[in-house]
C-alpha cells in the first residue's frame, strides 16, 4: 500500500527542478534588473524609418527561465506568482527613474490573454505582473496604475496555436479590441514573455488606433540577442 508521502506530488523548483523550494536562489537570480531586448524581436522592426517599440526584459528566455515560464503559465505553478512578481515590482522601481524623465503618469496594461487560455488556466498570470510593476513604479515615484481593461480579445478568433508567424500577427490583429477613451496616460503594456514580436506589435498597433500613446512594454523574459544594445532611455512622449 502507498503511503500518503508517496502521493505527494514533491516541492520542486519551477525552473531547473531542484527539490524542495518553490523557486530555487540560483533560479530566482536569473530574473534580474531589466534590459532593452526589442532589437531580437524582427516582428518589432518599424518600415517607416521610426525605432521599434522599446521593450524590457528580466531575463532570457532559455534554460532554465523557458522551463520557469512554461511552469507558471500553463503547468499551474500559482505558487511562484509571488516570487515572479517581487521580481517585476523591483524592475518597476528601476524603470521609474528613465519613466519620470517624460511622464509622471503611466497606465500599465497587461496584454489579454485569449478566452480559451484563460478557461484553461482559470485565470490570466501577466495581470499580476501589471499589478506587481505598477506597485514598483508608484514605490519609485510615476503615477502608475494597472488597468486590465484597456485591451481584450474578441470572441471567436481562431486559437494563435498551429498557425505560421505570419498568420498568427494578423489573427491577433484582429483579435484584439482597445476600449475607447478620452485618456491621454501613456501605456506601459506587460507581456510574460518577447520571441518574435508579433504579439506586441499587435497591441501597438491597436492602442495607437485608439489615440493610446504607447511607451514601450516590460516581459519576463525575452529570446537572447547580442549584448551591446541597450539603451537606457524612454522615448520622448508626446503630450508630456
Ligand atoms: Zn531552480
Redesign the pocket.
Known amino acids: 500500500m502507498a503511503r500518503l508521502g508517496d502521493l505527494v506530488v514533491p516541492l520542486a523548483?519551477?525552473?531547473?527542478?531542484?527539490r524542495g523550494?518553490v523557486?530555487?536562489p540560483?533560479?530566482?537570480a536569473l530574473l534580474g534588473d531589466p534590459w532593452r531586448c526589442e532589437r531580437g524581436a524582427p516582428r518589432l522592426d518599424r518600415t517607416d524609418g521610426l525605432p521599434p517599440l522599446p521593450v524590457w526584459a528580466l531575463a532570457a528566455l532559455r534554460g532554465?527561465v523557458h522551463g520557469?515560464v512554461v511552469a507558471w503559465k500553463d503547468g499551474g505553478r500559482r505558487d511562484v506568482d509571488a516570487a515572479l512578481a517581487a521580481s517585476m515590482l523591483a524592475a518597476g522601481e528601476t524603470l521609474a527613474v528613465a519613466l519620470r524623465e517624460v511622464t509622471c503618469r503611466v497606465d500599465v496594461v497587461p496584454v489579454p490573454s485569449s478566452p480559451r487560455s484563460t478557461l484553461r488556466r482559470g485565470c490570466v498570470p501577466v495581470v499580476g505582473l501589471a499589478a506587481a510593476l505598477s506597485a514598483g513604479l508608484r514605490a519609485s515615484g510615476v503615477g502608475a496604475r494597472p488597468d486590465a481593461r484597456v485591451l481584450r480579445r474578441r470572441l471567436g478568433v481562431r486559437d494563435q496555436a498551429g498557425l505560421g508567424r505570419d498568420a498568427r500577427g494578423h489573427n491577433l490583429a484582429g483579435a484584439l479590441v482597445a476600449r475607447p477613451t478620452e485618456s491621454d496616460v501613456p501605456v506601459l503594456v506587460v507581456d510574460d514573455v518577447l520571441t518574435t514580436g508579433a504579439t506586441l506589435a499587435a497591441v501597438h498597433d491597436t492602442l495607437a488606433r485608439a489615440g493610446r500613446s504607447v511607451l514601450g512594454a516590460v516581459v519576463l523574459a525575452a529570446t537572447p540577442l547580442a549584448p551591446g544594445t541597450l539603451a537606457p532611455a524612454f522615448p520622448s512622449c508626446p503630450g508630456t
Open positions: 523548483c519551477a525552473g531547473c527542478g531542484a523550494v523557486l530555487c540560483g533560479c530566482r532554465p520557469l
